[in-house]
């Protein structure tokens, strides 16, 4: 029987596991099991596994290792940085902090910030975007306040893979930090972005950044946070007093130990071979496909991502079709993917919500291969037309 082709275009949504990443998890959920809190040699064996891995995150963000602790992934860490920020300042100072993010953030940045806001635990600004899917930092300067603590702007999107001016926001933070008695916090949700953009931490200019394992070929279930030190937050949750105190719970350790493998693998030198590939997706579907159109912005974009709009014929139609003949892909990001509502993301940019259900999302990876590309160029033209006759739409 000849095997079905299977073309994996939803690296943002989740990547593959790295074979020599899991083979150095291996050990750890075999015979090296011990709980790296107890004093025996088992113990040991698992603190050093997790240290380990701690520095080489810490080298990877150019921080201390002292200055990044483990959660379970990107949502957990996105939610302590703001309820542990908002927390601490409510608690120190007895105001109602103000916090300045983005209409584009993921959800577990947006959802939370609207829910402290509805509350009334915050007061919020949420920047928009243009249509390219960037904020301007002119809107940013105008929105802070004097209670403002802490901007929340997220690296790169999920969705449309836009990339934020991070380190011009980071730059202007510091200037007006040293204006003010209470300094603004900076955070950026780095998950989407640490695969193929500079990261580290003085570069940027953020006092925290977070980042998710399953996003760079680690397993799932494991993240973190870098919290430069003295910055003032609480800790995330109560216990036996893991990660210094701020995040008790008995470490992950195969996760952990995956995770500082799957970090010391990034390597740069792949995005042009991965952006080449992206392009030769986007042009082959504009020249095959009539009126079809690009979201975001082409020169602030993560290689990998390809966002299109397909006018006339449901994104979920496209999606099922091209995973029935074995290429996955997306409609969104993979946690919006259930949900009937047009994208929080492609409404900021002003997309109409017919074509914001009309649209597809592309995330090559780095085994992704030309071949690859030339079988979607191949069976996509079909499917949109056979998509579109059901649907009546005509070319006008
Ligand atoms: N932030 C961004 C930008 C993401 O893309 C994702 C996952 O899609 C998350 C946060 C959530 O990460 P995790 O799956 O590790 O909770």
Not at 71 to 88: F, L, M, P
């Amino acid at each position: 029987m000849i095997k079905r082709k299977e073309i994996y275009l939803d690296h943002a949504a989740t990547t593959p596991i790295d074979r020599t990443v899991l083979k150095k998890m291996e050990p750890y959920l075999k015979e090296k099991y011990g709980n790296p809190s107890s004093i025996h040699q088992f113990g040991e064996i698992a603190r050093q596994a997790v240290n380990k891995s701690r520095q080489q995150i810490a080298d990877f963000f150019g921080c201390l290792p002292e200055e990044i602790y483990f959660t379970s992934g990107a949502t957990e860490s996105d939610n302590w940085a703001i309820r542990g920020i908002v927390e601490k300042v409510i608690s120190q100072e007895k105001i109602k902090p103000h916090l300045i993010t983005s209409s584009i953030e993921h959800k577990a940045v947006l959802s939370l910030c609207q829910y402290l806001f509805k509350k009334k635990l915050i007061d919020l600004t949420l920047l928009n975007v243009n249509q390219d899917g960037l904020i301007e930092i002119e809107d940013l300067k105008k929105a802070i306040k004097k209670d403002t603590r802490l901007v929340s702007i997220m690296f790169a999107n999920s969705e449309i893979g836009t990339v934020q001016p991070i380190r011009q926001i980071g730059e202007f933070l510091k200037k007006e930090n040293q204006k003010r008695k209470n300094k603004i916090l900076f955070y950026t949700d780095a998950v989407q972005a640490i695969n193929y953009l500079n990261s580290k931490v003085d570069y940027l200019g953020v006092d925290l950044l977070s980042f998710s394992s399953h996003k760079i070929y680690g397993p799932k279930g494991i993240g973190g946070i870098y919290i430069k030190q003295g910055t003032p937050i609480k800790p995330l949750l109560i216990g036996g007093g893991h990660e210094k105190g701020m995040r008790s719970g008995t470490e992950n350790v195969p996760g952990i130990v995956g995770f500082g493998e799957a970090i010391k693998k990034i390597n740069y030198s792949q995005n042009d071979k991965i952006k080449k590939l992206r392009n030769q997706l986007i042009t082959g579907i504009m020249k095959e496909i009539p009126d079809v159109s690009l979201n975001g912005s082409l020169r602030e974009r993560l290689p990998s991502n390809a966002h299109l709009t397909f006018k006339g014929v449901e994104g979920e139609g496209i999606v099922f079709d091209l995973s029935q003949r074995g290429v996955m892909t997306s409609t969104s990001s993979a946690c919006a993917s259930h949900s009937l509502s047009p994208s929080h993301v492609l409404m900021a940019i002003g997309l109409p919500v017919e074509l914001a259900h009309s649209s597809v999302r592309f995330t090559l990876g780095k085994e992704t291969s030309s071949s690859d590309i030339n079988y979607v160029l191949k069976i996509l033209p079909g499917i949109i037309k056979r998509l579109r006759k059901i649907s009546g739409y005509k070319h006008v």
